[in-house]
């Protein structure tokens, strides 16, 4: 099995996928792309062979002859060909269909906008401050854990659906760890915390945290 998952320590859809690859027990090689040193490493003309949208994860799967580049396929991929020990997508239709809102909630109304890329544009095109920065990334996660805390009233146990760990919770957890970064108050989003709470306290997950990566500065 020849596994590689090009990723940046701090980058959420690269903690998704560590997440996901942990819970699944792959042996995989991490190799770190940094995005901030020398104007990023994603730029370079390896890397953009890989991945022509220099954005970050990249899988590849050596034995397929696969590379794909958005987190929530990675996951979906891995999910499929590798059935345990954990699933992450449930069988049945409309579960599927209610794990992959809530994932998406997250990978695409939240994440994306409040992105290295996006902070970037804001501070060069707009002249934003790191404090202007860190106020947007704050509003639009707040903005966002208040749906996804109303929907867990209806679905959550000891994870975001019941008792069984789903993409819904790997999306989740490097999400909660933005909003902490960025000062987000999470005494406000109970259900939110007690998920992640749970989750953080498994292997898999604190293995895939951004401070324990190789490249974490």
Known sequence: MSLYLHGYWRSSASYRARIALNLKQLDYTYVPVNLTKDGGAQFSEQYSALNPAHLVPTFVDDDEDIFL???MAIIEYIDERYEEPVKLVPIHRLDRARVRSFSQDIACDIQPITNLRVLRHLKTNFQSTEEDNAAWCKHWIETGFKGIEKR?????????????????DVCLVPQVYNAERYGVDMEQFPLIQRVADNCNQ????????PENQVDAV
């Open 202 to 209: 498994l292997q898999a997950f604190i293995d895939a945290k």
């Open 69 to 71: 580049n958005q987190s």
């Open 152 to 168: 867990l009233v209806n679905t959550v146990a000891d994870y975001c659906f019941g008792f069984d760990l789903s993409m819904a």
